[in-house]
């Protein structure tokens, strides 16, 4: 990896080795994940980004080595079956009552969620768990928070049917949609059918790959020196020294690891009320080993999913990184610190959202 160095030699010779043998451990710990849970191989997305794409390639050879990769829009998406998605992503019908769309939890304005520490859906029932953005869901390896859906297709079945968020079932929906007959043509002239569960699905799909949002830092990793400013540079120097990357990296910046909430030291420490939301991904499993274990969540667009955490008990995105810095990697992040790695992750919002 390539190092620039960082001014104001804030880290201490003692804790430096402290910090590099368990940055060591949280590597091993990754890798066993990345072995253990990676997916098999799927096709990349085409990139492009408005320039040539020979001079894309030579520029990102540049950053190769860091830990993050890159992304740019998807150029090999089907235009048709994208707005068909983005239709049936705002549509009502897709609920109990015709109450709520999948945007009114995962409004596309503001960062992909609804800013609740909990979402509620039809007849205001309250959910237990914070609602992720559906920005760059599709670079995530499994989905929800304990990684229940093996891929969008399955998690779209989720909401749909959960008496907490749409309460209803496609049986009740597609009878609905089949008695439109704008929606009805609007299916045909894409799919050469009218609406089955298997049509719409596949339109939801196609639109949330669409969301993938290239932030200022995506830039700089192409090449673009005058991309990020210095203090968010230096956010990004201490986001990889500390240890932050083992775990958030990638194209998603997360999204390809599961984890432990409470690694360096314990996070239900007997002070917190745990829910059953808080098992994480033993719900899913029933192992031991996976009691508060969640899929690593995605830092692009983080700055504008305010509450943190699945359980959102963090405000701001301040207080989430010190939080990190505590109970994932064992330090007391010093304030300048926490304020340039802040920085940093505020230069991971999509440049189309800002
Ligand atoms: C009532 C609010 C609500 C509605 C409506 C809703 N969602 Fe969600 N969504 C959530 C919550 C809460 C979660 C997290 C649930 C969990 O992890 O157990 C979630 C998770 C997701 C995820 C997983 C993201 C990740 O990072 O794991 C995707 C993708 C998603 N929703 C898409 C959709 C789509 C598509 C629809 C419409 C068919 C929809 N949602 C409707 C609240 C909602
Ligand atoms: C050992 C793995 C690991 C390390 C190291 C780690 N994180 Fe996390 N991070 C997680 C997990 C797991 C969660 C989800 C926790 C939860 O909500 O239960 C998370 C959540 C977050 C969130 C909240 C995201 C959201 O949408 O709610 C932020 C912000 C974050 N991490 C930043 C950081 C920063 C900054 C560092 C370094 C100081 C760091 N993380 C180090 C695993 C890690």
Redesign the pocket.
Known sequence: MRRRKVKGGFIKQSTSWIIAAFSATAIMTSAIYVVYFKEPPREEAKLSVGRAEGAIADLANKRRNEPIIPVAKPANLDAGKVALGRA??HDPR??KGDA???A???DLVRGGV?GLP????VEGRT?D??????YN?SL?F?????G??RD?AE??G???T?P???ATSWEEILPKLNADSETVEAFRAVYKSPPNEQNAIDA?VEF?KSLITPSRFDRWLFGDDTAMTESELRGYELFVQHGCATCHQGKGIG?NLFQRFGVAREYYDGSRRIDK?DLGRYNFTKREEDRYVF?V??LRNVALSAPYF?DASSETLYDAVSVMGSYQLGVSLPEDEVRDITLFLRALTGEELQ
């Open positions: 049936l992503f897709l609920s709520v769309s999948c009114f939890c995962h609804d909990k979402s509620f859906g959910g768990i914070n609602a992720p953005s559906v869901a995530s499994r989905q929800f928070w304990d229940r859906a969008l998690q779209v989720g909401p749909i959960n907490l968020e749409m939801i949330e999204g939301a899929k969540p995605t699945h």
